[in-house]
């Protein structure tokens, strides 16, 4: 097994013992990386440099006899939606193609403090609006299980890395399943913490009141071990919580007896490929056999989840999106008549359709005499999911659905029509209405591309969705990859 | 139809975004899809029902009134496309 294959909790293990130095695991990823790239493009920055310099240091620290974490040395690749100091961070948009940021975001910054080795930044939908990476304002990227396909999105960059093998791990955003949907598509383990758990200073915003990071990894236990550095106070974000961050790892323990698993029927209804419904139901029964308790339930609002986020999420990006002006940072249209013309054409050049349309959609949502048909209405609409989700934890400890309506689709399939390419998030999008956490893990296949199985908690919940996510890993016992041709 | 070809111009407008004919054509279409789709929630009664901007309730989120790091001129200044003098500058406006 080559060093570029293996989980953090393995690495970190043969890091202790000096069986391997962090500049082994480093040099082993960036000669994946240059093997496989060309074909994933899963980069849009890669930092070789940068992360050669962190080996280095982390191995001194080893060699010093100093006590070093589980991430020291780790290879880990960023999504070029949060900022790195001194280096360029696109969003996936022309507009900030040459962006330089003065300052390093929050989760990254405490990543760092634990020494990871960051191998780069990953593509991404242009401001993490789209389900697909290919409304990357550069390129898109490729699913490692057929080069032919999405790697779902918009955090398609980071997934897509994990999964073939050219990061140990790596953080994505998800405002309705950006996380989630392309960890299901790429065969990969993704979550989505409760909302102000991780800190958002530095995130390059979307829509503010459901924009979480969170961890892409080859397994639960990284992603307990990874949520283990991410989560904490940070009073530069004033949505983030106060809570004593638990050990996450400690809920990795195989034990799914007595635990109550509740079916939102509204999310194996229509609209789900029957074949993926298939292969979930099938992993359902990994629950049964194994002591939980599980039943179909509803929460008849989530049906207007979609309509009411598409309404939301465009209004917070319409806002958060007038920033970009070509006054203070990134693109500037050449010789400006005046103040409007340059306004207005470097916000036609720079954007790509996706982000116009997002913008134009929030900006009428909120104009005089449509906020309350839409907007005012909408947020109301948010109030029911939320009272469906409370209600149905009265009955249950953790709700269970497909990740994504289906397997990954091909390039091209769905760009010409932006609703089917948001209905990509029909399941993960009730999720970030009501804040809560959840985790998608492989659960199967259909026609050699991987399924996700989506296990959603309370607020603050983590522990439980790692303890069920972990048990399914367990006993479902799934460990196929996809097979990459080596192209150099 | 949800949206019309005028109501995508001047709402491009509002939003500073310029548009050719064509694109206007394009993006009305669209809209008009989703609008149609999002459209659904008019279904439902929510008179009595109290909006959620937030999924975490929180207060008003206070910290001391005190100078704490921040960005020096220059380095705020670096990413502008044009900028002398410790400003940013713009296409004259008076």
């Known amino acids: 097994m080559e060093l570029y294959q293996m989980t953090i909790h393995e690495l970190h293990e043969k890091l202790l013992n000096k069986e391997v130095s962090a500049k082994d695991v480093t040099e082993s990823v960036f000669s994946r990386i240059e093997g496989v790239e060309d074909g994933v493009k899963s980069y849009l920055t890669i930092t070789k440099e940068v992360a050669l310099e962190q080996a280095r240091q982390v191995d001194e620290k080893i060699a010093a006899g100093e006590k070093v974490g589980p991430l020291a040395g780790i290879p880990t690749a960023i999504k070029d939606v949060m900022c790195t100091q001194g280096i360029r961070t696109t969003c996936g948009s022309k507009i900030l193609d040459n962006f330089i940021p003065v300052y390093t975001s929050t989760a990254v910054q405490n990543l760092f403090d634990e020494g990871i080795v960051m191998t780069g930044k990953t593509n991404m939908d242009e401001f993490a609006m789209g389900s697909s990476t290919e409304n990357s304002g550069f390129f898109p990227t490729r699913n490692p299980w057929d080069l032919e396909r999405v790697p779902g999105g918009s955090s398609g960059g980071s997934a897509a890395a994990v999964a073939a093998d050219e990061a140990i791990f790596s953080l994505g955003s998800d405002t309705g399943g950006s996380i989630r949907q392309p960890a299901s598509l790429c065969g990969i383990v993704g979550m989505k913490p409760t909302y102000g758990l991780v800190s958002r200073y530095g995130l390059v915003a979307f829509a503010s009141s459901l924009d979480q990071i969170g961890p892409f990894t080859k397994d639960v236990t990284d992603c307990a071990i990874v949520l283990n550095h991410l989560v904490g106070h940070d009073p530069m974000d004033s949505t983030s919580v106060k809570i004593d961050r638990p050990d996450y790892t400690k809920s990795l323990v195989d034990d799914l007896k007595g635990i109550r698993i509740g079916i939102p029927k509204e999310l194996m209804a229509e609209g789900i490929d029957p074949e993926v419904k298939k292969v979930v139901e099938n992993a359902l029964e990994i629950f049964s056999k194994n002591g939980a308790l599980v039943a179909e339930t509803s929460l008849p609002n989530l049906e207007y989840g979609l309509s009411a986020y598409y309404i939301i999420a465009p209004a917070e990006a319409s806002s958060n999106l007038a920033r970009f002006d070509g006054v203070r940072y990134g693109y500037r249209v050449p010789d400006p008549d005046d103040l409007m013309d340059m306004y207005m054409r470097t916000r036609a050049e720079g954007f790509g359709d996706e982000v116009k349309r997002r913008i134009m959609l929030g900006t009428y949502a909120l104009s005089a005499g449509y906020y309350e048909a839409y907007y005012g209405k909408a947020q109301k609409v948010r109030t029911l999911i939320v009272r469906d989700f409370n209600k149905a934890f009265e009955e249950f400890d953790v709700l269970v659905s497909p990740t994504s309506p289906t397997v990954a689709f091909k390039i091209g399939e769905k760009i010409a029509n932006p609703l089917q390419m948001y209905l990509s998030d029909i399941c993960t999008i009730p999720v970030n209405l009501a804040g809560l956490p959840g985790i998608s893990v492989p659960c199967g296949t259909v026609n050699g591309l991987p399924v996700g199985l989506q296990i959603i908690g309370r607020a603050l919940g983590e522990e439980a969705i790692l303890k069920v996510a972990y048990s399914f890993e367990q006993n479902f016992g799934w460990n196929e990859k996809p097979k990459l041709e080596i192209r150099y | ?94």
């Open chain 2, 1 to 94: 139809m949800a949206i019309s070809e005028k109501e995508v111009k001047h709402v491009a407008w509002l939003a500073r975004l310029d548009l050719t004919d064509a694109e206007t054509q394009k993006f009305t279409q669209q809209l008009d899809v989703i609008l149609e789709h999002a459209g659904k929630i008019s279904e439902l009664d929510v008179k009595d029902i109290p909006p959620t901007s937030h999924a975490i309730p929180l207060k008003n989120v206070l910290r001391e009134d005190k100078v704490g790091e921040c960005l020096t001129p220059e380095a705020a200044l670096s990413n502008a496309p044009k900028g002398e003098d410790q400003a940013f500058m713009v296409p004259r406006i008076v």
